[in-house]
């Protein structure tokens, strides 16, 4: 069956980097692209981006334009959610989520999802 | 960007009895080119991440129960939940994707009375 499983849990400092993995399995990875949404704690959900699985192309919300990175590996098709200068708003579930259908024009609801990773931003 | 509000924040039902859930978008949602509505429903337990339970706006997902149906058009939305049962205890979140950014309701929960 389609799954997305995603790496565990991370602590990080003020203005570190975290990097959250999403390994698909049950489809072909390159035909489908790859969203980012974050839930803080008791809060609702935020869409961060969305990542091509065939080629370079991505797309940020706004706020998180110039501090975060979102790739793919092909070969292990892995889809990876880099977030950089970390602060304490930044503490949140990450979830990645698939495309359910190629849309050329990215509008898309999202299926299915990761099982979440947390992220904490403490000192 | 298009902002989702859900009603109410809070709804306690009865076992057996109707939930009604409402989101309205602040831009239509509706494209009438192809008379499609760009609006999800996901229901999300304690610990879980959200799971699809309509698209475009009335088609319900795959293995979805019947009694989950959603229904509206434009801005105004529903997503109804018949004859509630104690696995429906969650939180229910409405989502466009009618643009980019696509952006969800706050998010209602929904309990047993």
């Known amino acids: 069956q389609v799954q997305l499983v995603q790496s565990g849990p991370e602590v990080k400092m003020p203005g570190a980097s975290v990097k959250v993995s999403c390994k698909a399995s049950?489809?072909?990875?390159?035909?489908?692209?790859i969203n980012w949404v974050r839930q803080a704690p008791g809060q609702g959900l935020e869409w961060m981006g969305w990542?091509?699985?065939?080629?370079?192309?991505?797309n940020f919300a706004h706020k998180f334009q110039g501090r975060v990175t979102m790739t793919t590996d092909t070969s292990t098709s892995t889809a990876y959610m880099e977030l950089r200068s970390l602060t304490s708003d930044d503490t949140a579930v990450y979830y990645c989520?698939?495309?359910?259908?190629?849309?050329?024009?990215?509008?898309?609801?999202?299926?299915?999802w990761g099982q979440g990773t947390l992220v904490t931003v403490s000192s | 960007d298009i902002v989702m509000t859900q009603s109410p924040d809070s709804l306690p039902v009865s076992l057996g009895e109707r939930a009604t859930i409402s989101c309205k978008s602040s831009?239509?949602?509706?494209?009438?080119?192809?008379?499609?509505?760009?609006l999800a429903w996901y229901q999300q337990k304690p610990g879980q991440p959200p799971k699809l339970l309509t698209y475009?706006?009335?088609i319900r997902e795959y293995g979805v129960p019947d009694r989950f149906s959603g229904s509206g058009s434009g801005t105004d939305f529903t997503l109804t939940i018949n004859s509630l049962q104690a696995e429906d205890v969650a939180i229910y979140y409405c989502?466009?994707?009618?643009?980019?950014?696509?952006?969800f309701g706050q998010g209602t929960k929904v309990e047993i009375k």
């Open positions: 475009w706006a009335s």
């Open positions: 989520a698939r495309d359910p259908r190629p849309s050329a024009e990215r509008k898309n609801w999202f299926d299915p």
């Open positions: 049950g489809y072909t990875f390159t035909s489908l692209g």
């Open positions: 831009h239509s949602v509706l494209d009438s080119s192809n008379s499609k509505n760009y």
């Open positions: 990542s091509s699985t065939n080629n370079e192309k991505t």
């Open positions: 989502q466009q994707y009618y643009s980019t950014p696509p952006t």
